[in-house]
């Protein structure tokens, strides 16, 4: 059994909200950056942050729209960030380098699911891009900016990741594509992610972990028509989201924990669910969650890690 995985004692359970984790807290003089931080959990992982002092950095494919939907929130700027286009994503770390924004969070919350198939970058197939390598191209490139008293990245994975480990044969699915696999890889690899960080960047001080939110309706299923979600289980007939699924709000709620919760400082790797650590799966049914032995292999966190360094040419901690 994996000896990180092991749930701790917490005050707070899946019906947790985002402001339930963080009451009490005050996060003046502390800066997030959040990308996709404008809708869907992202907007509650903002709002929440913000409502308890937190300066917060909404990274945004569509800035535009993006400061239309925070425009009510306090403490909350929006920058540019397609995470699709690696020359927008290093523009977008420049920016925040030059203007000496110190991240003392990062959140890796944005992301796609289950879409048509699409090239982006190299020929890249675009959940794995968008979901893990924009993401990966980011917080490496601000590695420079955290404070060297300590900083945590958050990557928000998701019992997606149930349905494909990293397919080292063709992870770019050159030989057919399958959007449901294609999906449970990039959420296999936001996990080996903060594996890999959690161990690359434990030097200087940053703490890193992954989270399944859990089941939530969010523009994040727009590309399923109202009978397809139906069909899938995840609506009743009035188009209601069905018992069990998670409010906006609790969705964020392990989020904002993992990127703030002081009994989490010595679990860094861990993979994060229904505000704890969860358990190793122990069955394939992703309503119970938990999480597959190949979402925290040390050796394939080293392996992809390598990989995407070699992808995209960035890499904080060896190749530049």
């Given at each position: 059994m994996n000896s990180i995985q092991r749930k701790i004692n917490?005050?707070?359970?899946?019906?947790?909200t985002a402001d339930d984790v963080l009451a009490g807290q005050d996060l003046t003089g502390t800066t997030a950056l959040?990308?996709?931080?404008?809708?869907?959990?992202?907007?509650?992982?903002s709002r929440s942050l913000s409502s308890v002092g937190a300066r917060v950095v909404v990274l945004a494919r569509r800035p535009e729209q993006a400061r239309s939907?925070?425009?009510?929130?306090?403490?909350?700027?929006?920058?540019?960030?397609?995470?699709?286009?690696?020359?927008?994503?290093r523009s977008c770390?420049?920016?925040?380098?030059?203007?000496?924004?110190?991240p003392d969070i990062i959140i890796c919350n944005a992301g796609v699911m289950a879409?048509?198939?699409?090239?982006?970058g190299s020929g890249w197939e675009s959940q794995f891009a968008i979901n893990h390598l924009g993401h990966f191209v980011l917080v490496n490139l601000l590695v420079p900016a955290m404070p060297a008293n300590g900083s945590r990245v958050v990557a928000v994975s998701s019992a997606g990741h149930f349905l494909s480990g990293v397919r080292w044969d063709d992870i770019h699915f050159r030989n057919g594509y399958d959007r449901w696999l294609a999906y449970g890889q990039a959420k296999t690899a936001n996990a080996l992610f903060a594996v890999q960080l959690a161990s690359a960047g434990a030097s200087r001080g940053i703490t890193a972990f992954s989270v399944h939110p859990g089941s939530i309706l969010t523009p994040l299923q727009r590309h399923f028509s109202a009978s397809e979600k139906h069909d899938l289980g995840w609506t009743t007939s009035n188009g209601d989201a069905v018992p069990g699924f998670k409010t906006p709000s609790q969705g964020a709620a392990t989020t904002v924990w993992a990127?703030?919760?002081p009994i989490l400082a010595d679990h860094s790797g861990a993979y994060l669910q229904d505000c704890n650590i969860a358990?190793?799966?122990q069955t394939d049914d992703m309503s119970v969650g938990g999480v597959k032995p190949w979402a925290t292999d040390r050796d394939d966190a080293r392996r992809l890690w390598a990989l995407s360094a070699e992808m995209t040419g960035v890499d904080a901690f060896g190749r530049r």
């Open positions: 917490t005050e707070f359970s899946r019906i947790s959040v990308t996709g931080g404008y809708s869907g959990l992202g907007y509650e992982i939907e925070v425009a009510d929130l306090p403490g909350i700027e929006v920058r540019a960030c397609d995470l699709s286009d690696p020359s927008s994503v770390a420049r920016e925040i380098l030059e203007s000496r924004i110190t879409c048509p198939e699409l090239r982006v990127a703030t919760a358990d190793v799966a």
